[in-house]
């Protein structure tokens, strides 16, 4: 069965650090994966979507990247945390159907 | 734009009744539809999946769907404390990037079920 896993669980970070959230899959091959932020208050927004190895498509413009270095692999970056950048963030994985599986999710706090 | 709406609530129901949460997507082109379930402090979990009109029903859950109203629906018999939770609907467009579109999700509706 397939497993997805998100780490850290939860980040403290100060405004300006770098970020790095890293998703993995096991048990499938080929997915089409997913970051998403829930800010407290407000509803799933999706960040990045990835079809394949190196193929990152971005959703909203932001301080935000994002990289898939292998099949089963999906990182979160950012140079220069900001303030607004607190959240909880979700990736989700999907193989040829639209349903979509979510990891346990990094929630993390900029100070 | 592409929008899903739902009543934020919370929405209050004891123990034993029907929970009855509503869904609205502004998109005439969306194809399938999802009930996600969030307990406080987790990740969405899938709980149904609804793609033609009419009722789809899975234990205790029945989703309902109707196109040309562009309204979907969860209900929930016999709802139990364990039921607590936000509830989220989703709605997938197949030109909404990827291979398979991509989901736009409503904010949520919070229930509560009273002992």
């Known amino acids: 069965s397939q497993t997805i896993h998100q780490w850290p669980a939860t980040l403290v970070q100060p405004v300006g650090s770098p970020l790095s959230l890293e998703c993995t899959v096991e048990?499938?091959?080929?997915?089409?994966l997913y970051w998403y932020r829930q800010a407290a208050g407000r509803g799933l927004q999706l960040l990045f979507y990835?079809?394949?190895?190196?193929?990152i498509s971005s959703e909203v413009p932001q301080n935000l990247s994002a990289s898939r270095p292998q099949d089963r692999q999906f990182i979160l970056s950012s140079k220069k945390l900001l303030l607004s950048d607190s959240g909880f963030y979700l990736c989700?994985?999907?193989?040829?159907?639209?349903?979509?599986?979510f990891g346990p999710g990094t929630r993390l706090t900029v100070l | 734009q592409k929008e899903v709406e739902q009543n934020s609530g919370p929405l209050s129901v004891p123990e034993g009744a029907i929970a009855s949460l509503n869904c609205t997507y502004s998109?005439?082109?969306?194809?399938?539809f999802f009930w996600y379930r969030q307990y406080s402090g987790k990740s969405p979990e899938l709980i149904m999946s609804?793609?033609?009109?009419g009722d789809k029903e899975d234990g205790r859950f029945t989703a309902q769907l109707n196109k040309a109203s562009q309204y979907v629906s969860l209900l929930i018999r016999d709802s139990q404390p364990s039921d607590s939770a936000t509830y989220l609907c989703?709605?997938?467009?197949?030109?909404?990037?990827?291979?398979?579109?991509?989901?736009?999700f409503g904010k949520g509706t919070k229930l509560s079920v009273k002992p």
């Open positions: 990835s079809v394949g190895i190196g193929q």
């Open positions: 048990g499938t091959s080929n997915p089409n």
């Open positions: 989703a709605v997938n467009h197949m030109d909404y990037g990827g291979s398979q579109g991509n989901l736009i």
């Open positions: 609804i793609y033609s009109n």
């Open positions: 989700a994985w999907s193989v040829r159907v639209p349903e979509q599986f």
């Open positions: 998109d005439r082109g969306s194809q399938s």
